[in-house]
C-alpha cells in the first residue's frame, strides 16, 4: 500500500512539474488555451464535435486560443474578425507551411502557388493572380459563360435522373470545358 502510494505521488509530482516547465519555456508568448495533458495534449477534449468545443473554448479564452493536439502546438482563431486582422497581418509567416508528402511525389511543391514557399517568384505569381486571375473585372466577364456551363451540366444530371442513370461529376466537369 506504501509503494502505491509513492508511485502515485510520483507521477502526480512529474505531472505538475511537467505542466510548470511546459507552461513558463513555451507558451510565454502565446495566447491563452486549455491546460494541455503531457502526451495527448487537448486531443482528449476534442471529442466528436471539435466546432462545439472550440466554440466553448471561445468564451472562456477569447477569439484566439492555443490547443496542444498532441505533439503539436496550434492556434485556434475562433472568429470572423480576428481571422480578418491576422490574415492582413501575418499572412507572410502563415504562407510557409508544411507541405504533405502526397504534394511532393510529382514536386507539385515547386509548381504550384497553393504550396510553393514564399520566394520573389512566389510573389510575381501572387501579383498576377490578383491582377489578372482573380480581378473582379475578369471574374463578372465569364459569369455569363459560367452560368451557362452550369445550366448545361444541370440539364445532364436532370436527364440522367430520368432514366435512373448514375452521374459521374468529375467526367461531367471535364467535359464542361
Known amino acids: 500500500m506504501l509503494l502505491l502510494l509513492l508511485l502515485l505521488l510520483t507521477c502526480t509530482t512529474l505531472y505538475f512539474f511537467h ?47 492555443t490547443l496542444k493536439l498532441g505533439q503539436l502546438t496550434t492556434i485556434v482563431i475562433s472568429s470572423a474578425e480576428m481571422a480578418k486582422i491576422v490574415l492582413q497581418n501575418y499572412d507572410q509567416f502563415l504562407s510557409n507551411r ?47 459563360l459560367r452560368r451557362k ?9 436532370h436527364q440522367s435522373s430520368q432514366i435512373g442513370e448514375a452521374v459521374d461529376i468529375g467526367k461531367q466537369l471535364s467535359r464542361q470545358q
Not at 514557399?117 to 455569363?144: E, H, M, S, V
Open 19 to 65: 505542466d510548470r516547465n511546459v507552461r513558463s519555456k513555451a507558451s510565454y508568448k502565446l495566447p491563452p488555451g486549455p491546460s494541455p495533458l503531457p502526451i495527448i495534449g487537448n486531443l482528449h477534449q476534442l471529442g466528436k464535435n471539435p466546432h462545439h468545443f472550440s466554440a466553448i473554448l471561445a468564451k472562456i479564452h477569447g477569439p484566439i486560443m
Open 98 to 144: 508544411t507541405v504533405p508528402e502526397a504534394v511532393r511525389v510529382h514536386n507539385h511543391h515547386v509548381h504550384s502557388i497553393a504550396f510553393m514557399p514564399i520566394t520573389p517568384l512566389w510573389r510575381f505569381l501572387r501579383k498576377i493572380c490578383n491582377n489578372q486571375l482573380f480581378a473582379n473585372k475578369t471574374i463578372g466577364a465569364t459569369q455569363d
Open 149 to 157: 456551363k452550369v445550366q448545361e451540366l444541370l440539364g445532364k444530371i
